[in-house]
């Protein structure tokens, strides 16, 4: 992979960061290998965004930086001040920086040796630029964006109907948390940085009528310029039918596979995998793959959790739990947090770090868990999350779905 100093493609990224004209949008993200975390006013942040807005007392430049646990919003007017606070943000250890402008999309990414891996594309036609500061306005994928019309989220004239406004949150939702794993995990290494001879491989795994993968190969070929491509599995043919022709009328080139997650044979392990609401134990079949695939990151929102609950109806509850699974909603929810923590220990033993997020805001779906899954390669040693994780099945006399398919022996 051809290198450059860091300093000379930061210093062209600096260009575009100062042009109020042209700049998108930018995000820096991710520390530095084996360097100090970034911050920004003193405080620890894991990721930045840049962007120009328009407010009374004229053009700023607004960042919004991002901890652990939120998100801090200063605008600084356009000009002298944006300087000082992009020197000071340029300064600081980010381990990627992804810049867009109304014609090109940058990736930069620094190395263990402080060269920095470039990646340019221009854009198919020029974008306009979203410049009001209102939060609601920011938007990954524009109203009129054609992907959505041709999903029928927008109508002809590029507005979002009003009975599908809940989907487009949705698909917002999960761009907005797909564009930070992946620019985390291409900051730290943990995703390869794909190139148009080998894009990135996503496959979305019970894709029913693939909202969510035409959005993630638009947002991620088309906004954020990584070279990508994407295959949907699902066991209906009439998905796979529908999906095609919508791939067509886009003129994308994606694959629609008919089959079971758990059988589909797909022509190459995928680097990132997706399953969005795939029914039950689904979800594991999905996670049983991503995991025999080695896949770099995943990202799954579990639907329903029948098997844990059957299973928990089945046996005795363990004192001094009988409160937790006497009436039947709470059983039930007890069963959704039981299965995904039995999910995440499960992950966290195969070698992922793992995270367990909100998807959308629980006022539109109570199915609004996602687990984010990133493969370090590295499983969690000493044994004591293997100890706990047989302690919290035994005490349950639950086996879990996921288990069985990895290890039928032990279950
Ligand atoms: C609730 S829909 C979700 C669709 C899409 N992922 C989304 O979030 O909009 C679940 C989809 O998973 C598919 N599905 C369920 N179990 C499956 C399996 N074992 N193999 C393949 N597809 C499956 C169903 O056919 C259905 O299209």
Redesign the pocket.
């Known amino acids: 992979m051809p290198t450059e100093p860091l300093v000379r493609a930061l210093a062209r990224m600096r260009g575009h960061l100062l042009d109020p004209e042209t700049l998108v949008r930018a995000v820096a993200s991710g520390a530095q290998r084996g360097g100090r975390v970034p911050s920004v006013s003193g405080r620890p942040v894991r990721r930045v965004e840049l962007r120009y807005v328009d407010l009374k007392a004229g053009r700023h430049l607004q960042l919004t930086s991002y901890d652990e646990t939120q998100a801090h919003t200063t605008n600084v007017a356009a000009g002298e001040e944006a300087k000082v606070l992009v020197d000071d943000l340029l300064d600081q250890p980010f381990g990627s920086w992804h810049v867009e402008t109304t014609t090109q999309t940058h990736q930069v990414r620094a190395t263990k040796k402080l060269e920095a891996v470039t990646h340019t594309k221009d854009r198919a036609a020029p974008v306009e630029v979203e410049r009001g500061h209102d939060k609601a306005k920011q938007r990954l994928l524009p109203e009129d964006d054609p992907v959505l019309r041709a999903l029928g989220i927008s109508d002809t004239h590029g507005r979002i109907k009003p009975t599908r406004q809940a989907k487009y949150r949705q698909v917002e939702e999960f761009l907005r948390l797909l564009d930070a794993s992946i620019g985390d995990a291409l900051a730290k290494g943990q995703l390869r940085t794909p190139t148009e001879d080998d894009p990135l491989r996503v496959v979305?795994l019970?894709?029913?009528?693939a909202?969510?993968t035409f959005a993630a190969h638009r947002y991620l070929g088309s906004v954020r310029g990584l070279p990508v491509r994407v295959t949907g599995?699902?066991?209906?043919q009439q998905?796979a039918d529908h999906n095609a022709a919508v791939a067509a009328e886009l003129g994308i080139d994606a694959d629609f596979v008919v089959g079971?997650?758990?059988d589909a044979v797909l022509p190459e392990a995928p680097d990132v995998v997706l399953a969005?609401?795939?029914?039950d134990t689904?979800t594991d079949?999905a996670l049983a793959r991503a995991i025999s695939w080695g896949a770099s990151l995943v990202l799954a929102a579990p639907?329903c959790h029948h098997d844990v609950a059957a299973q928990l109806r089945r046996a005795p509850t363990p004192a001094p739990y009988a409160m937790l699974t006497r009436h039947g909603i709470l059983r039930e929810r007890f069963a959704d947090t039981l299965t995904d923590a039995l999910r995440a220990a499960i992950l966290r033993q195969q070698g992922y770090r793992v995270d367990v997020v909100e998807f959308v805001e629980s006022e539109h779906t109570p199915r609004n868990t996602l687990l984010r899954a990133i493969r370090t390669g590295t499983p969690v040693s000493g044994g004591a999350v293997r100890r706990e994780y047989d302690d919290l099945v035994a005490t349950w006399g639950v086996r879990p779905h996921l288990a069985e398919l990895l290890d039928p022996a032990r279950g």
Do not use: E, F, P
Request: net charge negative; aromatic share 4%.
């Open positions: 979305d019970g894709c029913g009528n909202y969510l599995v699902d066991v209906k998905s079971t997650i758990g969005l609401h795939a029914c689904a079949d639907c």
